[in-house]
């Protein structure tokens, strides 16, 4: 499987509460680049999950709408995931080619660097509107190849 792992794009600075900052227009910008990125390279997730914080919430339905793939809320991707909660919850993808997760740090990093072997301890800090592309060989700590890490800024403009 294909694991994609895109962190959220730039929100607003503040709000009510932190669960419902929206995008910020450069926020916005971002991820309609990397909807565009994803299409011009065909990376086309078959799911995308995403944290139910409307600023992935935001960020997975302009990338999703730009790649036609279905969304869909996942309580375990709120800010605090765990990796071995992800992994769990990975399980019922397993069958797909490729999966999309839209969420925060330090949780994705920490997915990632459990994934490839090196922990969650910090070895990895994926920027806002990052992209991570893992091929995982099965749904464990370390086994997974790094194939891209791509920040927003590195893909062409629109």
């Not at 790094?146 to 629109?158: A, Y």
């Amino acid at each position: 499987m294909q694991l994609l792992l895109l962190r959220h794009a730039d929100a607003e600075p503040s709000a009510a509460t932190d669960d419902v900052r929206a995008l910020s227009e450069k926020g916005r910008q971002q991820a309609k680049r990397v909807a565009h990125f994803c299409k011009e390279n065909g990376l086309q997730p078959d799911l995308i999950l995403t944290s139910p914080f409307l600023r992935t919430e935001e960020t997975a339905r302009i990338v999703g709408n730009e790649l036609k793939s279905e969304r869909v809320l996942s309580a375990f991707l709120a800010a605090g995931m765990i990796p071995s909660a992800a992994l769990e919850e990975l399980r019922a993808c397993q069958r797909l080619d490729c999966v999309m997760l839209v969420g925060h740090e330090p949780d994705l990093s920490a997915l990632a660097g459990t994934l490839l072997g090196a922990g969650n301890h910090g070895a990895l800090r994926l920027r806002k509107a990052t992209l991570t592309g893992l091929q995982l060989e099965s749904l464990t700590p370390g086994s997974a190849q790094l194939e891209f890490l791509i920040p927003v800024k590195m893909m062409e403009k629109d």
